[in-house]
């Protein structure tokens, strides 16, 4: 019994003194005299340190109860109780709220029905924003996906197969603001008669042709957005397409072969049918992310120039209007947008697992 | 008459060969190009950059008085990237590994413990992947903003492990429930309790899945820019280097020398960690980590 109650001090100081280390290492990290560097390390040691420290003292909170009926019942949500808490303050009970206020008016106070829907369909800006998800939705999913099968199919017939898959994939290591960077000077644009900085100006005024404004440019600048997320995007869908192109059974195609199907047929007829599963979860997994493009037009042009997108606005009601209401609604409309492809997903994930 | 069909054979054989590799050439020019251009010119003194295209170093490759590391120098120091590049880092590491924890002993409980409601549960978690954060960001900000942790690190730490936990708890239990039933009930028989077995067995034997999700979740938070402009915010002292970037186009557009050598800057450690740990980052897209 005296074991116990030692074991039971023990804990209990353990959990005081972890309490106020975690506490004096945050505001150590926090404040602003702290040299960075120095921020940084306690940073990694009390945010990774921390959380098992707090599981290993909730383990040890439950492993003091004397039944073990009752140990073997809490054991369970010590594992799980992190993960489910976090998930219902982050995610779920979020999204209701956004849901609820959807229906409100700027501050969530006064409830307003429908009438910030009508506001999002109405308003010529608001629909600019749909109009060119759309577009980016046609675009880039089927430009990703078409350029990811050929880049696949074509890669998988040369030497260099790796380096060259490695020229294409190497840039889903970039962020979206840095990828943002290397096309804005791509597209750098100066005065006609001085020397063209950016290269697909140079290229067009070595052809004779006028300096273009090639993201500034109403309708076509939204085009010049969306190769950017093509050649970030690409790389992800060429590297699922080859790994299941190379799981088609030669068999099926030297099949074709002999029957005297061309090469270009064989991989239209057979190898993009056999893997047409995998086309789908790819198609549908940039979709989703091109559903909630924001880096891009925020870094490019801001949502100027007839370049607006949901995300974008959303997060200008934010921001600059503070309309929550508003603001709330476009989320809606993303959510909503979002979730035929990710119950496609979701569901694919599911079979995986049955297989297993 | 043979021969002549061998040669016609053998002439067009080459010539497709040559197509092939021709295309596959220009692909890869086509998608290195533009990474080129902006790694050639942050090297490059800034009114070189703005009088002539980065490609005219070509014209004399040998002379390296063209080349200088003053703007990396002046964008590191004068324009704070230096600062905020430690800031990414520190936001970054706490939000890949306390996400894996956490997800880890989930994926734990749903495979190896027995309780009511653990399949419901399990779709619950790995259902939540189709919420997008778009969804979450008004109410969190209220709530940030109420709490006084907005703009805090460990504030975007817990958030990123927030938005992570569906994913990492579908990953790692995708891994952990393969672990072989033996194993853990042998460790059972020996007397090892839960906490045990996951510290010493699991958590060892699941290294593979947790470096995939580790490299996925590193270059997402690193990358990441909505997150950081709402949570963190573009307050010198914390703000993460694709926020200070994202401000540098807006407020020094034209100054290329800058934007050059800070879009590298800030490429330079996931591009790393990339190259680093490529076979895990590939498990880990094959095996789904998507998130968007």
């Known amino acids: ?356 | 008459m043979k021969r002549l069909y061998n040669n016609k054979n053998i002439v067009r054989k080459a010539f497709t060969s040559f197509l092939l590799y021709g295309a596959v050439t220009l692909i890869c020019l086509i998608w290195t190009m533009p990474s080129l251009g902006l790694f050639i010119s942050s090297l490059r003194h800034p009114d070189h950059i703005l009088t002539s295209g980065w490609w005219t170093v070509f014209s004399r490759p040998f002379d390296l008085s063209q080349f200088t590391l003053e703007n990396y120098r002046r964008v590191l120091g004068a324009h704070g990237l230096g600062r905020a590049f430690l800031n990414s880092l520190t936001a970054t590491i706490p939000s890949t590994f306390i996400p894996i924890t956490v997800a880890a002993f989930a994926a734990y409980a749903l495979a190896w413990m027995r309780f009511p409601g653990r399949d419901s549960l399990f779709t619950l978690i790995v259902g939540s992947i189709v919420v997008p954060l778009q969804m979450t960001l008004i109410p969190l900000l209220r709530m940030y903003v109420s709490l006084k942790i907005s703009g805090t690190f460990p504030g975007i730490w817990l958030a990123h492990t927030g938005f992570g936990i569906p994913l990492a708890v579908y990953l790692m239990y995708s891994f952990i429930s393969q672990i072989p039933r033996d194993l853990i009930e042998a460790a059972t028989v020996d007397g090892a309790s839960h906490f045990q077995i996951f510290t010493t067995i699991v958590m060892r034997l699941s290294l593979p899945a947790i470096a995939s999700f580790a490299i996925f979740q590193f270059l997402w938070v690193w990358n990441d820019l909505l997150v950081s402009l709402v949570f963190l915010g573009t307050n010198r002292e914390v703000a993460t280097i694709t926020v200070v970037i994202s401000e540098l186009v807006g407020t020094r557009g034209q100054d290329w020398h800058l934007l050059t050598a800070g879009a590298f800057v800030s490429m330079v450690v996931p591009v790393m960690v990339f190259f680093a740990f490529q076979r895990y980052f590939i498990r880990g897209i094959l095996a789904g980590a998507v998130k968007g």
């Open chain 1, 1 to 356: 019994m005296s074991k116990r109650v030692t074991r039971l001090f023990i804990v209990i100081a353990l959990s005081l003194g972890l309490y106020f280390a975690l506490r004096e290492c945050f505001r150590f990290i926090q404040a602003p005299e702290t040299p960075r560097l120095l921020g940084a390390l306690v940073a990694v040691i009390a945010g990774v340190g921390g959380v098992w420290a707090i599981y290993w003292l909730a383990n040890e909170w439950v492993s003091l109860i004397p039944f073990q009926r009752v140990r073997e019942k809490l054991l369970p949500f010590v594992f799980l109780g992190p993960a489910l808490f976090l998930l219902a303050v982050y995610l779920i009970y979020p999204a209701l709220n956004t849901i609820y206020i959807s229906f409100f008016d700027r501050r969530s106070e006064n409830f307003v029905g429908l009438a910030n829907y009508q506001f999002i369909f109405s308003e010529p800006d608001v629909r600019i924003a749909f109009r060119n998800n759309a577009q980016w939705l046609i675009v880039v999913t089927s430009a990703c996906v078409v350029l990811g099968l050929l880049t696949a199919a074509l890669f998988d017939r040369v030497k260099w197969e790796s380096l060259a898959k490695l020229s294409i994939f190497l840039p889903m290591a970039i962020s979206y603001v840095g990828a943002s960077v290397i096309w804005r000077f791509v597209y750098a644009w100066q005065p006609p008669g001085r020397p063209q900085i950016g290269l697909l100006n140079a290229i067009v005024v070595a052809l004779g042709g006028e300096p273009v404004g090639w993201y500034l440019q109403p309708p076509w600048n939204n085009l010049a957005l969306m190769v950017i997320m093509i050649w970030l995007q690409t790389g992800f869908c060429m590297v699922i397409l080859s790994a299941a192109l190379k799981n088609v059974p030669d068999e099926l195609m030297e099949a074709a072969r002999i029957d005297g199907a061309s090469e270009l047929q064989v991989f239209l007829k057979v190898s993009v049918p056999y893997i047409r599963g995998v086309v789908i979860t790819v198609a549908t997994t940039v979709l989703i992310a091109v559903l909630k493009v924001f880096d891009i037009v925020y870094v490019m042009t801001r949502g100027n120039y007839n370049t607006e997108v949901i995300a974008n606005r959303m997060y200008v009601e934010m921001y600059r209007f503070v309309n929550f209401g508003r603001g709330s609604a476009l989320a809606v409309i993303l959510f909503l947008a979002v979730v035929p492809a990710a119950l496609v997903n979701v569901r694919n994930m599911r079979r995986q697992r049955g297989e297993q």
